[in-house]
Every structure is written in C-alpha cells, then in structure tokens.
C-alpha cells in the first residue's frame, strides 16, 4: 500500500511539476503568459471582425462594388497598422498627456520585445489589441461613404481618423483622459468604437449626399436591395464570434474568470436584439424582416459593449432587447430625414452606440463598478444620476467631437480633391471606375452598367 | 353618371356597328363615370358598381356577338354548336373597375368532330379576345382566357378537367378551382353553363377534403394591418405611404366570403349577393352581416378610388392607393374595416378548426 501511494506521488509529480515545484516567480510568469496568450487571442478575434465588415458591407451593397468594398477594407487596415503605429497610438495612450485631452509620447511605437518589470502583459500585445479596436472604428465609417466614395478619400480620412479622431476619444475614456477621470464607463468601446464610428459615417454621409436612385424627386425612398443576403447573415455571425474577442478580451487578464461573465451578458444581448428587431419588423410591416434581425443582433452586440462588464444577466437582455427595437425604428427615422445609410452604420453602431453608453448610466451595478474599478453604480442599483450623467456627458462630447473634426477633414477633402466619384463612375460602378475589374467579372459586364 | 345616361349608353352599345363605334362609347362611358371621389355611402357605391359593370357586360356581351358576325363575314360560318362565353374574375363576380383586364373561358357542346369544332371556337375566342383589347380590356397576365386551349372546352372536357382539378387537389388545382368558382355566364347558351356550374357543386359534395384543401389559397394575402392597428404601407418605390387596397384588402374579403359560399352551397358569384346569402342560411349573424358589407363596399370603393391610366390603349388599374388621399373619417372606417377582413380570414379558418 505504502510503494503504491509513493508511486501515485510520484507520478503526479512527473505530470505536474509545476503544481508540485512551482515557485511564486514561475506562477507570475505563466499569468502573464496566459494573460498575454488572452489578448493575443482577443487580438485575432477582432482583426477577424473585418471579415464580418467586409461580407456586411459587400452583402448590403450592389454586386458592381463588392470587389471595391472588399478590397478597400484590407487596404484600410493595412494603412490603419501603420498610421496607428506611427502616430494614433501615442496620441491615445502616449505617457505625457495633454491635460486629458489627448496623449503625447510613444510615436512610431518600439514596444520591449518582453515583458518589463511591473508591466501584466507585453506593450505590444496591447498595442495590437488596441489597433483592432481603432481599425474597427474605422471600418464603421465606411458605412456612410459606401458605394459613391472615391478610393482616394478613404485614404486621407484614414490618415487623419486613426492618427487623431479616433485616438483623442479613446484617450479621454480609456487612457487617462478627462472623461475617465469622471468615471465614465464605457468596458469595451459603445462610445469610443461605435459611436465615434457612425458620427464619422454620418458626417460622410451627409457630405456625400445620397447615392443615386435612393431617393425620388418627391423624397420618397426607393429600396436599394444588397446583393447577397447570405453574405450579410454570415457577416453578423463573424462580428459576432469576434465580439467575445472585443468585449470579454478587453478584460485584458483571466484572473478569476471575470472574462467569461462579460461574454456571458455578451451573448444575452446580442440574442436579444436580434429577437426584439425581428419581433418588432413583424409587428411593424407584416413581415420578418431578415435585415432588421441581423441589425437587431448587431445593435445588440453594439449596446452591450459599453455596459457588458457592469450589469446584471436581466439588464444585458434588456438592453438587447431596447436596442433591436432601437435599431429598427433608427433605421425608419434616417430613411425619413433623407439621409442614405446603405449599411444602416448610424442605427446600428450610433443609435445603439448611444443607447449602450447611457444604458451603463441605468443598469450598473454598484458591485461590478467596483470590481472593475470605474464609475459607480447607475441609477436603479444606487438611486443616483450621478453615473447616467456621466454617461451622457460621454456621447454628447465624443459624438459633438467627432461630427465635428470628422466634418472639418471631410469638408476639406470634399474642397479640394472631391469627395465623390462622377455620376457615370458610379453607375458603372466603383469596381471597374476605381479598380479596372470587376468583383463578378462572369455576372457583369462594362456595357451592362449594372 | 345619372340613371338615364346608363340606360341610354347600354342601348348605344346595343345597337353598335363595329368596335371602332363600341371603343368611342367606351372612352365617353369611362370620361363620364371617373369621379369616384364624389360617390358617398354604401348606397352609392353599391349601385354605381351595379351600374358600371351593367355596362361592361353589355359591351362584352356586344363584342361576342360583333364577333360571331366577323366569323361569319369571314367563311367560318356561324357557331357549330351552341356556347356559353363566361367572365371569370372581377368580370363574373361582377366588380369589374374602370380598368380590369380580361379573364374569361368558353364551354362549347359536345360534338362528334371536336376537333374541328374546338379549332372554331379557339379562332373565334381569339377574335373576342382581340376585340376586347380594342376596346381597352388588357389581356391576361395570367393567360385565363378563353383563347387559351386550357379554357377553351366542350362540355365533357371541361367536366373532365373540372374531376381531375378537383381529384389532384394540388396547389395549382386549387387555384384553377377557386377560379371557376367566380365563372358567370355573360354571352349564348346558359343553360350549357348551369350544367357545369352543377357539376361543380357536385364536385365539391363528392371530394369532402376540397374545402380544407382550399383554406391555404384563400388567406393567403394578409389584411394590410399590423397587430397594434397600424396601417401596413409601401414603404419604397413610387408608392411611398399607399397601401395596396387590392391585394391588402379587396382580394383577401373577396377570398374568404367565396370560400364561406362554397362552403354553404351558396351559388351566387358576387360577393354582395354572396353575403346576403350567408345571413340568409343562418352562417353569419346580422352584426357580421353588416360588418361584412360595410367592409368589402368601402374595400371596392376604394378599388375603385385606386384609379387608372390609359397605357398604349389599355386601361390599366392601379392597384394602391395612397392613405393621404382619404379623409380622417375614411382613414378611420379603413383602419375598422381591416380589421373586420382579419375576422372573415378567422372565420374561415374557424370552420375546420385553425
């Protein structure tokens, strides 16, 4: 009995030395590898939501601009890795801020290729997690130049979306700025992804002006169908597995398995929405609408993300809920004031934006405030309007700083080198006018003019 | 249009000579009969419906017999045998618009050279049926019409057909017999067409499963109103705001009452008169009864509201009708009405449990 139980031990030792030798140093360095592991991991999942971006925008827009919408997408992220590295980081997270207005420091950034002393994980896996998130943002506001923006224009509003936009908001919220000083909750990006996205979108859109066809003589819209719809369905399902990459990554750790919870009410909203928008198009038109639920489970995903760490299982389902009926009625609302969405990027990335931040105001615990050590409770838990205030104080001054910098660059651009492609170049289509072929060169041909 | 007029156009269109004279009384009759707006209550309605589609069977029944003289002046001679030209459609539930186009068939009598017979009255049909353009009844869509081969029968290949319909029972069977259902003899012989409209009741005695089978194809439009009471409207296109009265509101009330008539071995093709005889067998009570008239009149007047246009001689309806040309009173009544036609489609459904 005695040769058995030491030979039990010993084999255990052998296949857990770890557990059996372990030393407090080791223990630290395995967190910060499997933390680092973590992001890395929550890294690819949100650079794979480009994906999603490009079969959303390609599904929703007319076959002659499917090879441009795709191809530009790429482009954009490319740009995007070299102009956040160059300068969008440092001004989001450069160590000699500017009185919380925006961060100084770490240009053309040279992370350690370790771990540094104190440091959870390595400055380069938060940089490229970081980068994600601002392409993303990016890829929003090509919503609203769809299917009429010339090639030329997404390169110089990316230069200054990822260089300065898009940090300065990301600064005042997540690195340090005056907005997280007032303990403005915003987990995994409502206002500082989405929101600042769509405002850039609609800035664009309104500049551009609506694509032709859209609207008649009269202002009465006409529906310009997407060209694929299967593509749309498979473009939510991929933003929404990279979404647990967006919200429950940026727990940036595994520590106590906080990051499962957040990808818990993650998946609640988003099923949510999706149930609420179909429920509601049904309602509302008599039919169920495939295109209002895939924006509903995105607008979901969009509202969640700003509140995902601090609410309760039953607020996160009634958020989704509110934000696909949100959606639905967003999109109705734009259609009515004239204004040309082909993604429906406002409805669903600014309305529900909008929607999740001020939502935290509402619906946050008192305890998972404090857990994750921003702001306090909202208004239900602590009776306070201390937070919803703070919430709201968010998206009016990143929604009112983006319309109007966004407006500013585009105005320019639209000035100077113009804005949008010729009437004929648009309807032949930006694939062949902007690239020379087509993305279905066996479905279209140039006398076609699809 | 007063009495009068009617009266005296229907005697024009009698006496008529030729299409190009029957396609002039046309145009007058529909220059003088396009003010629907001015038409108020369910009386109104009810006799100017009456009226118009008086004229149209006058003016098609005139076509036929214009084209009988045509075959004759041509060397085809006169009828072989004797016939029965029938309206199928709005034309034989007797609610035709200022611009419904043709759905028509023939029943011709038996004969020992039917195919020779057959190959007459094909020719001839086709005659009526371009006689009927040049008046300005576009052709159907749908190719139910009594030039077509399928429409086009003797007595026994229409009993035929009308077994086999009726055996299969499939979707397309289903439409074809929901399409008979509305036949009304409008030209020649009516008894030949009693005889099939018999068989058609003995038809729907024998195959007991016919009426479930019919449930499907006869709710199949929805009442163009949502569950919190809101209109369902176009949302794009050119008919931004309009709803369609014909296919969101006429159509599914048309439906569902000629499924209840079948059901109650009401033989009657109009939907009115299908109605008065429902509460006459007790089906529908008199609340219902009111109900249901009040509803399909304000859904044919509103069909009738929709309006046309003349396209390449053709007068061509239009099939929406948008909401801001109705009154508050109207809008209301609409809004009330709909919702009646959602109770029609919930009691059909009721009779075989659904």
Redesign the interface.
């Known amino acids: 009995m005695i040769k058995k139980t030491l030979l039990a031990l010993g084999l255990i030792s052998m296949v857990f030395p770890l557990a059996a030798y372990a030393s407090e140093a080791d223990i630290a360095n395995l967190t910060i590898g499997l933390d680092s592991l973590w992001i890395m991991l929550a890294f690819i999942l949100v650079l794979l939501m480009q994906g999603g971006f490009i079969l959303l925008e390609a599904g929703s827009t007319r076959m002659k601009n499917a090879g441009h919408v795709a191809g530009k997408t790429i482009f954009t992220v490319g740009l995007a890795a070299i102009v956040y590295w160059a300068v969008g980081y440092g001004v989001a997270f450069g160590s000699s801020g500017i009185s919380g207005f925006m961060g100084w420091g770490e240009f053309f950034f040279s992370p350690a290729t370790e771990v540094l002393e104190g440091e959870s994980y390595p400055a380069s896996v938060f940089f490229l997690f970081q980068l994600a998130f601002a392409a993303i943002s990016l890829s929003i506001a090509w919503g609203g130049f769809a299917e009429r923006a010339k090639l030329g224009s997404y390169v110089i509003f990316t230069l200054f979306y990822v260089s300065f936009i898009y940090p300065i908001v990301a600064h005042w919220i997540w690195g340090g700025g005056w907005l997280s000083e007032h303990g403005a909750q915003d987990f995994a990006g409502s206002t500082v992804v989405h929101l600042s996205g769509a405002v850039a979108a609609l800035v664009a859109t309104i500049l551009l002006k609506p694509r032709i066809g859209k609207f008649n003589k009269d202002g009465s819209p006409n529906e310009i169908l997407g060209h694929n719809q299967v593509f749309t369905a498979l473009s939510v399902l991929l933003l929404w597995v990279g979404w647990f990459g967006f919200n429950a990554g940026s727990t940036v750790a595994i520590g106590d398995g906080f990051f499962a919870y957040v990808g818990f009410t993650t998946m609640i909203a988003a099923g949510a929405g999706g149930v609420s928008a179909l429920l509601i198009s049904w309602a509302v038109s008599g039919k169920a609408d495939i295109t209002s639920m895939l924006n509903g489970v995105l607008g979901g995903l969009v509202a969640i993300t700003a509140s995902c760490a601090f609410v309760d299982p039953w607020a996160a389902a009634v958020i989704g809920l509110i934000a696909g009926v949100l959606v639905f009625y967003s999109v109705k609302m734009f259609e009515k004031l004239k204004i040309d969405d082909p993604i429906y990027a406002l409805s669903v990335h600014g309305m529900a934006g909008i929607w999740g931040t001020i939502a935290n105001g509402i619906f946050a615990t008192q305890a998972l405030a404090e857990k994750v050590g921003v702001g306090q409770g909202g208004l239900l838990d602590t009776g306070s309007f201390k937070q919803l205030w703070v919430q709201i104080e968010s998206v009016v001054f990143a929604g009112v700083f983006v319309a109007v910098s966004s407006f500013i660059v585009l105005g320019i651009m639209k000035k100077v080198m113009g804005f949008r492609v010729t009437e004929e170049q648009e309807i032949v289509g930006l694939d062949l006018s902007e690239h020379g072929a087509y993305g279905y060169p066996e479905q279209l041909t140039k006398s076609e003019k699809a | 249009m007063e009495l009068a007029k009617f009266a005296k156009l229907k005697d024009e269109i009698s006496s008529a000579k030729n299409i190009i004279q029957l396609r002039g009384l046309r145009d007058q009759f529909q220059q003088s009969t396009g003010h629907i707006e001015q038409l108020h209550g369910a009386y109104d309605i009810e006799q100017w419906n009456f009226h118009i589609n008086d004229v149209h069977d006058t003016l098609i029944r005139k076509t036929v017999a214009l084209a009988e003289l045509r075959m004759v002046g041509e060397g085809f001679g006169p009828p072989p045998t004797s016939y029965s030209y029938l309206l199928l459609g709005s034309g034989g539930r007797s609610e035709q618009t200022l611009a419904s186009d043709q759905d028509s068939a023939l029943i011709y009598e038996d004969a020992l050279n039917n195919e020779e017979v057959k190959r007459y009255y094909i020719n001839f049909s086709g005659r009526v049926v371009d006689m009927l353009k040049q008046l300005g009844y576009p052709p159907c869509d749908g190719k139910v019409q009594s030039n077509e081969l399928m429409w086009c029968q003797s007595e026994t290949e229409w009993k035929e057909k009308l077994e086999n319909w009726f055996t299969d029972a499939s979707w397309e069977s289903i439409r074809y017999l929901l399409i008979c259902a509305d036949a009304r003899s409008v030209a020649g012989d009516e008894q030949l067409f009693n005889r099939i409209r018999d068989y058609y009741r003995l038809g729907l005695f024998r195959h007991v499963t016919i009426m479930e089978r019919m449930i499907d194809n006869t709710v199949q439009y929805?009442m163009?109103v949502?569950?919190?009471g809101?209109f369902?409207k176009d949302?794009?296109?050119?008919h931004?705001?309009s709803i369609d009265v014909k296919y969101g509101a006429y159509i599914p009330i048309v439906n569902s009452i000629r499924w209840l008539a079948l059901n109650n071995h009401v033989t009657s093709t109009s939907t009115l008169c299908r109605i008065d005889s429902l509460f006459d067998k007790e089906v529908i009570s008199v609340s219902e009864y009111h109900q249901y008239r009040e509803a399909f009149l304000q859904m044919l007047s509103l069909r009738l509201r929709a309006g046309h246009r003349l396209e390449e001689g053709y007068y061509e309806g239009f099939s929406k009708l948008n909401l801001k040309k109705l009154g508050s009173d109207e809008t209301r009544d609409l809004k009330k009405n709909l919702k009646i036609g959602k109770e029609i489609q919930k009691h059909v459904l009721r009779e075989f449990g659904r």
């Not at chain 2, 949302?235 to 050119?238: I, S």
Request: no cysteine; hydrophobic share 40%; glycine share 24%.
């Open positions: 929805k163009l949502g569950i919190f809101q369902i949302r794009y296109g050119d931004v705001g």
